[in-house]
């Protein structure tokens, strides 16, 4: 059996603005209510479900999205538009800067709860290094 992400719930301040925000940076349909989610679906079915997060404290989430480089310029572009700070590297580092991990193009950005969202051209893949701070550094064996 394999083992596959169905959905993760994602807290927010106001579950359907935030819902809202990354929908329309993706390009995707917010999907209707579901008790107490406001759900995004994505294209390999995993549903993000947004909720109500009430007076509890919010702690960051990180998602990463695959997505082709039509879809990558779109989403840049929406987010340009739209005045949204966006990074080259996890650590906000690169200001207004893409990076260019495995071959492909990639950025982080932060919703208004302070999630930390990627949108990648191509998947992570096994190397003999890592990034950090744009800077190649060494597996340890």
Known sequence: ????????????KDHRASARFLADILGVKVGKDWGPFVPLSTGNGVIIDFADAGERAIRSMHCAFLVSDAEFDAALARVKAA???????????????????YGGRG????????????????PYGETPEFWVNGAAVKRRS
Do not use: C, Q, W
């Not at 059996?1 to 927010?12: E, K, R, T, Y």
């Not at 580092?93 to 991990?101: A, F, M, Q, T």
């Open 107 to 122: 950025f982080y950005f932060h919703d208004p709860n302070g999630h930390l969202f990627e949108l990648i051209t191509k």
């Open 1 to 12: 059996m394999s083992v596959d992400l169905n959905h993760m719930i994602i807290p927010a």
């Open 83 to 101: 005045g949204i700070r966006f990074y080259a590297e996890f650590d906000d580092s690169g200001p207004g800067e893409i990076n260019r991990l």
